[in-house]
DNA sequence: GTCTATAGTGTGATAGAC
DNA sequence: GTCTATCACACTATAGAC
């Protein structure tokens, strides 16, 4: 570490100060984002209301950001993350069938308790923020390999797209409620896992 | 029927052709708003464009429809026609199994050859326009209970649901395109229709 | 019934002063 | 780095002349 004149040592803590204000103003504007997308959806979120918010006026929003898009991205990244850690403690469970039904179930419960957020991580045209989580498929896909299905990632592929479909039509309102989403995801699950079901017997992948 | 004098079969005459003149423009704006929406999706339907491309101004639009909204429910009825007439087919197949077969993939198809009809119809917020066709469903539920299935209902929601998130996926791009749509509809049916499969262990209806 | 003209409101993003 | 002011646009819908 080379030695600093006290000259150089009072620059170097302003300029540390500086950063530190920066990245604060950036998570701020996060956090507020966050609050309307999870209130009101992305579609409310715009840099108006968002200066607003936060008490400085639109232009200042594109020092950090360099578009709305952006803050969008940021958000669904946020997101996935969210994502990822509700299916960490079931990662872990060694029966691949257990393992698939209690990350099916947490895919559906998060989807449940931020229904704004899994609409701008699943169900907003892709853009450049580049496709879903594979993560998730991959370990959808694994398990399915330990059930020796002859296409895992085609079934895992074939279940996540059963599960968003529950989660989708609950949410826009497509589906009569006649059915609780709870029951509908066993029931699915049910289909998809039952012994002699299609795990044998799938095509493609 | 009354007879009518000279003058007043003439004014019955004009207010016919008025009435036929009323009903053409309101169809050549449906005529119009619907090539707007299959090329270019319900949020390029702009009531300016719409009335460039009839050489009317946009006042002229609301002595036809109320509002845009109404122009999209219209158009979302249309759809629901279309989809009702590709099932027709396959409506009167005797084996159960093979009914939801045919059905399911007509259901894709449709999706694939209409997808920002597909869009208007089930992936747009629900508003005023009610649930979507509960038509379909009640097919879906009647061969389901053919089948001798616990929850016919449940299970063609849940079925409708895979289906549903298979096109889902792929028409916002959130999918990785590692398995075709057609495989992963083959796959699904294969997990709702195998024999051995949950049907008779279906919870909740 | 149809037009012109416009009200009224929203948007994302930027130029230029300080 | 922040602000004010504004550009350039989109939109739905309506008032009032003809």
Same mark, same amino acid.
Request: with cysteine; net charge neutral.
């Given at each position: 570490? $080379?030695?600093?004149?006290? =000259?150089?040592? @009072?620059?170097?803590?302003?300029?540390? +100060?500086?950063?530190? /204000?920066?990245?604060?103003?950036?998570?701020?504007?996060?956090?507020? %984002?966050?609050?309307? &997308?999870? %209130?009101?959806?992305?579609?409310?979120?715009?840099?108006?209301?968002?200066?607003?918010?936060?008490?400085?006026?639109?232009?200042?929003?594109?020092? +950090?950001?360099?578009?709305?898009?952006?803050?969008?991205? #940021?958000?669904?990244?946020?997101?996935? #993350? /969210?994502?990822?850690? !509700?299916?960490?403690? +079931?990662?872990? *469970?060694? =029966?691949?069938? #257990?393992?698939?039904?209690?990350?099916?179930?947490?895919?559906?419960?998060? %989807?449940?308790?931020? $229904?704004?957020?899994? @609409?701008?991580?699943?169900?907003?045209?892709?853009?450049?923020?580049?496709?879903? =989580?594979?993560?998730?498929?991959? &370990?959808?896909?694994?398990?399915?390999?330990?059930?020796?299905?002859? #296409? $895992?990632?085609?079934?895992? /592929?074939?279940?996540?797209?059963?599960? +968003?479909?529950? &989660?989708?039509?609950? *949410?826009?309102?497509?589906?009569?409620?006649?059915? $609780?989403?709870?029951?509908?995801?066993?029931?699915?699950?049910? !289909?998809?896992?039952?012994?002699?079901?299609?795990?044998?017997?799938?095509?493609?992948?």
């Amino acid at each position: 570490m $080379p030695r600093m004149s006290p =000259d150089e040592e @009072r620059t170097r803590q302003l300029r540390q +100060h500086k950063q530190r /204000q920066r990245d604060a103003l950036r998570e701020r504007i996060l956090e507020v %984002s966050r609050g309307i &997308v999870r %209130s009101e959806g992305l579609a409310s979120l715009s840099m108006r209301k968002l200066a607003d918010a936060i008490d400085y006026s639109p232009a200042a929003l594109y020092l +950090h950001f360099r578009s709305r898009g952006e803050i969008a991205r #940021a958000l669904r990244e946020e997101g996935n #993350a /969210q994502l990822r850690a !509700a299916f960490a403690p +079931h990662a872990t *469970l060694a =029966d691949p069938a #257990a393992r698939l039904r209690a990350m099916g179930r947490a895919y559906v419960e998060f %989807s449940m308790a931020e $229904p704004e957020m899994y @609409r701008l991580m699943f169900m907003e045209p892709a853009d450049a923020a580049g496709a879903a =989580d594979t993560a998730m498929l991959s &370990v959808f896909a694994d398990a399915f390999a330990a059930l020796k299905a002859v #296409a $895992p990632l085609a079934c895992a /592929q074939a279940l996540w797209a059963n599960l +968003h479909g529950i &989660v989708a039509l609950e *949410l826009t309102g497509a589906t009569p409620p006649a059915t $609780p989403v709870a029951a509908l995801v066993e029931l699915s699950l049910d !289909a998809w896992l039952a012994a002699g079901s299609g795990l044998a017997a799938g095509s493609g992948d």
